[in-house]
């Protein structure tokens, strides 16, 4: 046996990539382009040797700090871009390769250039706003005061009478007012004519009502055209509004509530003809300004289009070189400070490729001193890194979601692949679902290419992402559907005719009084005469339920011969022999010898009770079995499954932790005498001295951890097994609710001779069909599965308590930023 598995071919798949410690000796000149070529290879993941500084106190603070200024500069140019709704160029026009320095130069220009273009365009709006709320007000108002003006020749006596100590002076603009300070009117009635946002003029008017005591009159009229806010570039609806009034107290008032609200107030004379000329006036200058401002945008649009040529390529360069000068940052400086030394981890294959990176950084570099590369003893756990495509990369992030696989440690992935969608499938089985979710899968791969280059949102993004976790799970769905004869819950006679038929050829209700037999059993899957029939669910329930315990049995069963290849490799024949030997004999002398029953049942067609015969296997193993026996030595075989169970339990939790202890004891007998005639600075130099390694072996520790794996093992062997059970449970409610709204919904909207009930009965169905079924239940059924393999599956074997490897790359990069 040991030789048959020793001549296998090595299980590349199975086990992370062999990885290796390396050290970088890297001349000063040549550490730049080196550090480059290794980003553009990605496959050397650098040790942090700077990590007791903080970023300020490192090497190239200074150079990360440009870099993070330039990238500011950049995303400000980005931004600039997107808001004159301009695209970036996604392919950036060939132009020679440019100097960081000269990058910075260039971008400093850009940024004060666009600062200053902005700052303008912003005068120039206001301005433009101004004169346009201006011209605005000088329409409405007027129309006001021309309503107005009979009511005050009628006024002018009144006034008179009441002002006697003063001469009537004439009611005119508060702004003509201020321009002409020798003249004021105390007694004549004045007005206050500005313009405010719409959603503040009945606030605005009601605080004018309660400052004034009601002393004043308020006129507004919506504006007829909206106003480009100069802060949030949003078009606003404002109001026009004249305020007519009489005091000087009201009327410091009025303009400290215009202040406040933000209302902008403009002089409106109320002559006429001075109206229409400052009308003229405003509207020579508005077309002025207009056309200033689109010959400003079209310059500045004009030159965002030019750097928007090369934006892409410049932020990639930026982002490379502070990724580089971060990489930098990382490496210690050698005695001499002209050398870097660098350390990382990198896989055993790639060395080679390394090696070749670093001599054409040497070479290109014009160094006179080469770059050493050396391999280095290593203490800690190296990195794990599985090499995956774009379709098993799915699944290896399903189990990655669950826990990094230790160093070398077996890959659940490798089975994954296949286990996942078919567990998936068992529950969701109905082939006519399974063609939806195929016709779903095969529109994201053949738009795979085009979809991989925009951005999706989160849900659209998870879903691209697991289209071929998708493809799989359809495929599977659809064979299941087929075993289970299924199509939206209707069966189909698809493999020939059925196996039954009615008592009497001429009943009519031969699914209710009963089916015989006449002929072969149907030659796949379920046969379509029981469906409807009175043992429908008794039989699919049966069928269904021992099908679980099969499939767990099954899963785990393999969870824990792969704990056997892990104990292998890593050469602990501890966790062979009492780990891995006596859980197998645990699990198969329970639920290992009911599946052995249920097979034996299956073909045989025998009427006994599994449920009887497991109960009294411990109650009364000795008790004859009656009409439940399926084999002649059932019973003697019983209890020596019993005995083996009960014995499998001390075995998994004694001998372990005292053989644990007694191979301390016997590593360490001999070493005192040996770190006595060593001196403290050889134990200091020495990272595999005996010190070191000589820890304190605590057995009431190891002994309570055997301990408790024991006991997780034996009730989870019990409680695994039943959560299995769950295939049965939700692949039942999926066939229910298809029945459900197949014959409740669709069938009886189809009785109705009505096309309108009939169409509303068809798109119930279609809805239910694509929003629960087809959503809801996929992921239910998903979400079952994946606790399946990380639970019932996984802790079988996997510790899942490694890191992964994340080496240096330009690409994995450039997708974190995009």
């Known amino acids: 046996m040991e030789k048959f598995i020793e001549n296998l071919p090595p299980m590349d798949l199975m086990r992370s990539e062999k990885m290796t410690l390396v050290q970088l000796i890297i001349p000063a000149e040549s550490s730049h382009r080196a550090v480059s070529y290794l980003g553009e290879l990605g496959l050397l993941q650098f040790r942090d040797l700077n990590a007791d500084k903080s970023p300020f106190q490192r090497t190239f603070a200074n150079q990360v700090k440009r870099c993070a200024e330039m990238s500011r500069k950049l995303r400000f140019i980005k931004d600039q871009i997107s808001k004159a709704n301009l695209l970036s160029s996604v392919r950036p026009v060939m132009q020679p390769d440019i100097e960081l320095e000269e990058l910075e130069i260039q971008l400093a220009e850009h940024e004060h250039e666009l600062i200053e ?72 009635l004045r007005f206050i004519s500005g313009i405010i946002c719409k959603s503040k003029a ?82 020579l200058r508005l077309a002025d300004l207009e056309t200033t401002l689109d010959a400003g945008i079209r310059h500045r649009n004009k030159a965002l289009t030019s750097i928007g040529m090369h934006l892409v390529k410049w932020m990639n360069m930026v982002r490379r070189e502070k990724a580089v000068y971060d990489t930098l940052n990382m490496l210690n400086f050698d005695v001499t400070k002209k050398c870097l030394v660098g350390e990382g981890w990198c896989p055993i294959f790639a060395k080679s490729q390394i090696q070749a990176a670093l001599q054409r950084a040497t070479f290109d570099s014009s160094s006179q001193v080469g770059i050493i590369f050396h391999t280095m003893d290593a203490v800690e756990s190296p990195p794990t890194y599985f090499r995956t495509n774009k379709f098993t990369n799915a699944f290896q992030e399903i189990v990655d979601a669950y826990g990094v696989a230790g160093y070398q440690e077996a890959n659940p992935a490798v089975y994954t692949v296949i286990t996942f969608p078919f567990l998936f499938a068992v529950m969701f089985g109905d082939w006519g679902h399974g063609i939806c979710l195929l016709l779903g899968a095969l529109v994201l791969l053949a738009r795979e290419s085009k979809l991989s280059t925009q951005k999706l949102g989160s849900f659209m993004e998870m879903l691209f992402g697991g289209r071929y976790v998708l493809l799989l799970m359809s495929l599977f769905s659809i064979y299941c559907g087929l075993i289970y004869n299924e199509f939206f819950s209707v069966p189909y006679h698809i493999f020939g005719g059925s196996a039954y038929k009615c008592r009497d050829t001429t009943c009519k209700d031969a699914y209710t009084v009963g089916l015989v ?302």
């Open 117 to 188: 273009m902005n700052s303008n365009s912003e005068k120039l709006r206001q301005s433009y706003n101004e004169l346009l709320e201006f011209k605005i007000v000088l329409q409405k108002a007027g129309e006001f005061l021309v309503s107005s003006g009979s009511h005050a020749v009628s006024e002018r006596e009144l006034d008179e009478n009441v002002y006697s100590n003063n001469d009537y002076v004439e009611a005119s603009s508060l702004i003509e007012q201020e321009m002409r300070p020798g003249r004021s009117d105390q007694s004549g």
């Open 517 to 818: 037999k006449y002929q072969d059993a149907y030659p796949f899957g379920v046969d379509p005469s029981w469906r409807g029939s009175r043992s429908e669910l008794p039989f699919l329930n049966s069928l269904k339920m021992k099908m679980s315990i099969l499939l767990g049995v099954v899963q785990m069963n393999l969870g824990i011969i792969l704990s056997y290849f892990n104990a292998r490799f890593f050469s602990s024949s501890l966790d062979i022999r009492y780990q891995f030997v006596p859980q197998v004999i645990f699990l198969n002398s329970l639920f290992g010898y009911l599946s052995l029953l249920i097979i034996i049942k299956w073909c045989t067609g025998s009427q006994a009770d599994l449920y009887h015969v497991m109960i009294y296997m411990f109650l009364s193993p000795t008790d004859n079995l009656g009409e439940n026996q399926l084999f002649w030595g059932q019973r003697p075989l019983q209890i020596i499954l019993l005995l083996l169970a009960l014995i499998a339990v001390p075995w998994m939790l004694f001998p372990k932790p005292f053989i644990l202890k007694r191979l301390h004891t016997e590593r360490f007998q001999g070493r005192a005498y040996g770190i006595l005639g060593t001196s403290e600075m050889d134990l200091d130099v020495e990272p595999d001295s005996a010190r070191q390694h000589h820890e304190e072996f605590n057995f009431s520790e190891v002994f309570v951890h055997q301990m408790i794996h024991s006991i997780e093992f034996v009730l989870g062997a019990v409680s695994n097994t039943a959560s299995y059970l769950r295939l049965w449970a939700l692949s039942l409610a999926h066939s229910e609710l298809s029945t459900v709204f197949y014959e409740k919904v669709l069938l009886l909207a189809w009785g109705y001779d009505n096309i309108v009930i009939r169409l509303v009965g068809l798109a119930v169905f279609a809805f239910a069909t694509a929003f629960i079924l087809l959503m809801m239940e996929t992921l239910s059924a998903f979400l079952h599965a994946l606790r399946l393999h990380w639970v019932e599956f996984q802790n079988k074997f996997y510790h899942g308590d490694g890191y992964k490897f994340r080496p240096f790359s330009f690409a994995s990069l450039t997708e974190d930023e995009d």
């Open 202 to 283: 009945l606030r605005f008017e009601r605080m004018l009502f309660r400052a004034t005591r009601g002393n004043m009159l308020f006129n507004h009229a919506p504006a007829d055209e909206d106003i480009v806010d100069p802060v949030s570039r949003e078009m606003v609806e404002k109001t026009v509004f004249v305020v007519f009034f009489s005091g000087e107290q009201a009327r410091t008032k009025i303009l400290k509530i215009c202040e406040a609200f933000g209302a902008n107030c403009y002089p409106v004379p109320e002559d006429i003809t001075k109206q229409r000329q400052i009308t003229r006036e405003v509207s």
